[in-house]
């Protein structure tokens, strides 16, 4: 079974932190990504990558960056934390294809920014 | 931006009784995704359509697509309490891109 894992399940930091949301899949997929879930709002993309060093915007990029420097690891970095990043960040990584196969989550990481 | 949205937004049904849940969508896709959250954790795949096909079954699952009213529907079959949760659907391959796009979802509760 594929598994995705993020390092914390709940997070508190404070305003202006450097925050590093960690995600690790076993599955040797190539696509990886970032999301962030509010309530009435669904999920929205905040970055995804198809391949090592490789990264692309998703709809809600400002305020983030991410790292991808081995396949299996995918790292959501928040600059400067704010309270409207307070959230539910979700990982997820899928193989090889151009949006054409399932999409496996991690567990969530609800982060609060205070 | 949004593409897909759920309708409803939230549903509550007694158990045994079927659940029937609609997505609707406004570009064309090469697959649509239904995905199931329980509360407070990640998502789960629950069943993939791709844009050639008409219905498609999982155990008590069926899933069907009209690409010509860009709108899909999810039905659950003698729900349990164990189906509570809420449903999302995702669509993907948007003009060759890697970006799955998902709705806001529905909320399920069956009561036993």
């Known amino acids: 079974d594929v598994k995705v894992t993020q390092s914390s399940r709940y997070l508190v930091k404070r305003t202006g932190e450097k925050v590093f949301l960690e995600c690790v899949q076993d599955?040797?997929?190539?696509?990886m990504f970032w999301y962030r879930q509010d309530p009435g709002l669904g999920l929205r993309l905040i970055y995804f990558s198809y391949d090592v060093k490789m990264k692309e915007k998703g709809d809600i990029p400002e305020g983030y960056s991410v790292s991808r420097e081995k396949k299996e690891r995918f790292s959501l970095i928040l600059e400067s934390a704010s309270t409207n990043q307070t959230s539910m960040y979700l990982c997820a990584s899928s193989p090889i294809g151009q949006g054409s196969d399932e999409q496996y989550f991690g567990p969530g990481t609800r982060l609060t920014v205070t | 931006s949004q593409q897909g949205e759920e309708d409803p937004q939230a549903l509550s049904i007694q158990e045994g009784e079927n659940a029937t849940m609609n997505c609707s969508y406004k570009t064309s896709i090469n697959n649509l995704q239904w995905y199931r959250q329980n509360s407070g954790r990640g998502l789960v795949h629950l069943i993939l359509i791709r844009s050639n096909e008409r219905e498609k079954h999982s155990g008590r699952l069926r899933v069907t697509l009209d690409t010509s009213k860009k709108s899909s529907s999810l039905l659950i079959t003698a729900s349990r309490a164990a189906d509570t949760a809420s449903y999302f659907c995702a669509t993907g391959g948007h003009s060759g891109t890697y970006k799955y796009i998902f709705g806001t979802g529905t909320r399920l509760k069956v009561l036993a």
């Open positions: 599955m040797d997929h190539e696509n």
